[in-house]
């Protein structure tokens, strides 16, 4: 080994020695620092002084004393130290250095360690820390000096704000009952209050609500519109799109329409593709380009009941066969395919019949074509 070696040995020897009664006399100051915490819990916030409230630097007070190996003399000058932090006692990767020129006086030496570059902070969370020193161009002294958790005692403004309560009490927006955040002060991804309803209305409108494309596999175009040439569309093959009970007094479907033009109706019936339209207003319109435009059934009175104040109850039209067509399925008994009666006791008729070929026509296979009966004493005709 060489003399230099050896000196530079002798002093990592001294300086980890010097290192631990340093922890000693830390101890205490920390001892003294709780003490004095306890009293300043007593003393009100008006009478704490301004300089409490500081922030602490982050740093660590480290004191050490070189000597001559060969004396025992302290030594005097100006030595370059490297200081490293490590998460293990020997080996491993530093997790922070600092390098400095500090000046030796009488054998003793004092710095604060994060002054030039800044402490990880971030490894400080409870895990074992060791630090390791190295003084001119040898080697770094061994064994490495463990990191000693020492508590320090501050008074911090904030925390006397909280009112007792731990930083998560804070977190459950219920706890804030008063006053006001910034919206710097809250994080995007933190829905606000109306959010999606001011989303909604910038989108649909003023006025709009929760926008439910889907209810219930449903899209919205399957329900009530409130608005439009069509209140109510759509299509279903396996069932009727319009299904009303009424279990009380009143109607089960009311249709009006003040339209006077022709071929409006109150309620509109087309099977299949749109048949000729009348010249006329209805309340009740049916069409069919195949079949029978309005259907009704009875199982005993009136199917469909036409009834007027000053025209006709039921008129028939056709542009290519019967206007009106009666049928009787019954196969027994006195029934009538087509039935009219007239209470007038001035003149009319149960059935009249207008043309320019024949007014009445009546076919039969066995019985009478027409049949026709007055029960008048004068002037009246069956027939």
Known sequence: MSR??????????????????????????VLFTLYGAQIADAVSVDQKPAAEVAAITPVISYQG??????????????????????????GGTELWTETKDLTVTNGLFSTLLGDVSALPVVQFTGQDLWL????????????????????????????????????????NASNINAGTLAESRIADVITRDDEVKTILANIDGPGSGVDADLLDTLDSSAFVRTAGPTAISGSNAGAAMLSVTQNGAQNGIFAFTASTDVGEAGVMGRAGTAGPIINSVAGVFGTSSANRGVVGSSVSKEAILGFSTNGIGVSGQSSSSSGVEGLA??????????????????GGAGVRGDSGWVGVWGESSGRWGVYGRSTGSSSSYGV
């Open 4 to 29: 230099h070696a050896y000196w530079f040995s002798q002093i990592r020897a001294r300086i980890t020695v010097i290192a631990a009664s340093g922890l000693v006399l830390a101890a205490l100051v």
């Open 65 to 90: 004393r070189l000597t001559n190996p060969s004396t025992g003399d302290p030594l005097n000058g100006v030595y370059t130290f490297v200081f490293r932090l490590y998460n293990v006692d020997t």
């Open 132 to 171: 390791g020193i190295k003084v001119g161009a040898d080697a770094e002294a061994a064994p490495r000096q463990r990191i000693a958790p020492v508590i320090y005692a501050m008074y911090s403004a904030n925390a006397d704000r909280l009112d007792g309560q731990e930083g998560a009490f804070y977190r």
């Open 329 to 346: 399925a019954a196969t027994t008994g006195v029934v009538y395919g087509v039935r009219g009666t007239s209470n007038s006791s001035g």
